[in-house]
């Protein structure tokens, strides 16, 4: 039932080149917030006292990818839940033990073939994995069906490259730039557009899947306000009609998308610095996440024959003209805990 | 939380030698026995009626390989519950409008990328899809989490060959045989047990995820009572340690591992023949649908390169002594509701 989008999931498999194998900065963004968010859950989560009979706890992961940072988000998850719900326990009698259920979503050419084979063996005692392909730009699971929803470093990707951005009679065209990078106004507001759009439905999903009371746990990257987003690659004609369907909101855009949604409440809204911010990351490194962040979207635009003369280029430009950390510090992470009124 | 087994799905991708365009075979069981189960529905699935509230129905296809049968199966299935509903919501206004959610069950290494990307594109209006990794023969999914379970010949697989049939030193070893044929009254013994104690595993399980008044539709190849597994394969040594893990039970068999599960009510078992019982299948039809099958099992034991060599032969065998249909006509469908108590 979800709304059809461009669909570009992370690169799949397990080779040298894999998101798999290529996800470590992202793993330390998770890494970075999780007690925030344990520290909530286990304070503030009622849906077990609400229903002592709840016997399914169920958290779905939307945009999960392949792994591993997926299994680490929904592990906190559950181990913080059981120790909720252990707690509960000793104190009421009626409550019924637990069972998790865990949905893993992504885009249906998400490589769930590599998520299933590459689950930990210990999450087999834990929970009952599913894996649900679907645009999260759109419902894909029941109403009132989960406690918890996770998203990490997923809303950037927007569902689709704003039409005008692409079209060379508009005022919007980004001519050969390959995303939004604030030095064509019309470009910037066409991509905010669309994000405000896309968060207002990715929100709408979520808020008719959340049961009440549910939580819906979003950490992604966005920037200061007043910053604009980051010098863009510019190129030849071939570039002319490739755009990258990204957006980095400012703090104030992302909190007034959220608050249009008129059936959360901002539970928790921290802003924090990358942990690996201040790390001077390899060139080596840079590629590959590059790479497994962004083949999918090359492949499909310019062939798969592109990809690793691009990269090469890219690895060589890198080297050439080594990336100024101290610009990139510009960028943050948010972490958000919205709850289902 | 599945337990371990054996784990051979049927051919994955979309090629000239996968499943999905070699199992019109198995389409036609399907299709011979759905209308008396749609009648059985209509005339007797009381969750509705019981639960006015109910706002997901949810349903599994236990061993769904990669389609399409499965959407077949699990179409019969919604559009005679939307019937049903529609009727008690005209009598009844307090119904709530329904959603589906359907678990799609399969080995962890059955190729789910295949079985998300052949999705018919009108099941997305009709229903939320997830894939369920893991062995039917343990838990896939929570307690009380499905309203109608569907199974289509899939249990004649066992979970493992007997350990017994592949031991040289055992009275039970299957010699240069492939599989239970019913000339070693100890191999038969051997592979006898082993599907009444993967039955009773199988059962046991899905009494849990189903609902009390839930529904198991069950499609499969029996034998009639009396009637011994087919004459065999034999050959060289190369083959003394491979067996196959599929065991057809004659009906009185099969009922009695049924029986052994207090918690279901027989409501309904008919044996019948297979619609294709009588029409000459070609050569050429018989042997992809075996490769369809087979081929992951013979792949994980003699390795890949075997395959096409192994089914040319075959063909070769089969033009050379055709099989005489007449014979086959012993083995029959048999098709089973049960009853959540």
Same mark, same amino acid.
């Not at 919007?172 to 730039?177: C, L, M």
């Given at each position: 039932?979800?709304?059809? +989008? $461009?669909?570009?999931?992370?690169?799949?498999?397990?080779?040298?080149?894999?998101?798999?194998?290529?996800?470590?900065?992202?793993?330390?963004?998770?890494?970075?917030?999780?007690?925030?968010?344990?520290?909530?859950?286990?304070?503030? *989560?009622?849906?077990?006292?609400?229903?002592?009979?709840?016997?399914?706890?169920?958290?779905?992961?939307?945009?999960?990818?392949?792994?591993?940072?997926?299994? =680490?988000? &929904?592990?906190?998850?559950?181990?913080?839940?059981?120790?909720?719900? *252990?707690?509960?326990? #000793?104190?009421?009698?009626?409550?019924?033990? *637990?069972?998790? $259920?865990?949905?893993?979503?992504?885009?249906?050419?998400?490589?769930?073939?590599?998520?299933?084979?590459?689950?930990?063996? +210990?999450?087999?005692?834990?929970?009952?994995?599913?894996?649900?392909?679907?645009?999260?730009?759109?419902?894909?699971?029941?109403?009132?069906?989960?406690?918890?929803?996770?998203?990490?470093?997923?809303?950037?990707?927007?569902?689709?490259?704003?039409?005008?951005?692409?079209?060379?009679?508009?005022?919007?065209?980004?001519?050969?730039?390959?995303?939004?990078?604030?030095?064509?106004?019309?470009?910037?507001?066409?991509?905010?557009?669309?994000?405000?759009?896309?968060?207002?439905?990715?929100?709408?999903?979520?808020?008719?899947?959340?049961?009440?009371?549910?939580?819906?746990?979003? *950490?992604?990257?966005?920037?200061?306000?007043?910053?604009?987003?980051?010098?863009?690659?510019?190129?030849?004609?071939?570039?002319?009609?490739?755009?990258?369907?990204?957006?980095?909101?400012?703090?104030?855009?992302?909190?007034?998308?959220?608050?249009?949604?008129?059936?959360?409440? &901002?539970?928790?809204?921290?802003?924090?610095?990358?942990?690996?911010?201040?790390? #001077?990351?390899?060139?080596?490194?840079?590629?590959?996440?590059?790479?497994?962040?962004?083949?999918?979207?090359?492949?499909? =635009?310019?062939?798969?024959?592109?990809?690793?003369?691009?990269?090469? $280029?890219?690895?060589?430009?890198?080297?050439? =003209?080594?990336?100024?950390?101290?610009?990139?510090?510009?960028?943050?992470?948010?972490?958000?805990?919205?709850?289902?009124?």
């Amino acid at each position: 039932m979800s709304t059809s +989008s $461009q669909s570009y999931p992370m690169s799949g498999g397990d080779d040298q080149h894999s998101y798999i194998h290529n996800s470590s900065y992202q793993k330390a963004g998770i890494d970075g917030v999780q007690e925030k968010a344990r520290q909530y859950i286990l304070e503030n *989560l009622d849906l077990l006292n609400m229903n002592p009979n709840l016997s399914t706890f169920t958290i779905a992961d939307f945009g999960c990818s392949i792994g591993p940072n997926t299994f =680490h988000a &929904i592990q906190y998850i559950i181990d913080i839940v059981k120790l909720k719900h *252990l707690k509960e326990s #000793q104190e009421d009698s009626r409550v019924a033990p *637990l069972e998790f $259920q865990v949905y893993f979503n992504d885009l249906p050419n998400n490589d769930f073939n590599t998520l299933f084979r590459t689950q930990p063996p +210990s999450s087999k005692q834990e929970y009952f994995s599913v894996g649900v392909p679907g645009s999260f730009y759109g419902r894909v699971l029941p109403r009132n069906s989960i406690h918890i929803g996770n998203t990490s470093f997923t809303t950037h990707w927007l569902s689709k490259v704003p039409e005008e951005v692409c079209d060379k009679n508009s005022l919007a065209w980004n001519k050969n730039y390959i995303h939004c990078n604030n030095l064509i106004e019309e470009v910037t507001e066409a991509y905010k557009v669309q994000f405000e759009k896309d968060m207002g439905v990715f929100l709408k999903a979520r808020a008719e899947e959340l049961v009440p009371g549910g939580l819906m746990i979003t *950490l992604g990257q966005c920037l200061p306000d007043g910053v604009a987003m980051y010098e863009t690659w510019s190129g030849s004609k071939k570039i002319e009609m490739f755009n990258l369907p990204v957006y980095f909101p400012q703090v104030s855009e992302l909190k007034g998308a959220i608050e249009q949604n008129k059936r959360f409440t &901002i539970e928790m809204m921290e802003i924090v610095s990358h942990p690996l911010e201040a790390v #001077q990351l390899s060139n080596n490194f840079i590629t590959s996440m590059y790479r497994a962040i962004l083949s999918t979207v090359i492949e499909r =635009h310019f062939g798969g024959s592109v990809v690793d003369e691009l990269f090469r $280029q890219f690895a060589k430009k890198l080297s050439e =003209h080594p990336i100024d950390f101290e610009k990139c510090k510009k960028q943050m992470v948010y972490h958000i805990v919205l709850k289902r009124k």
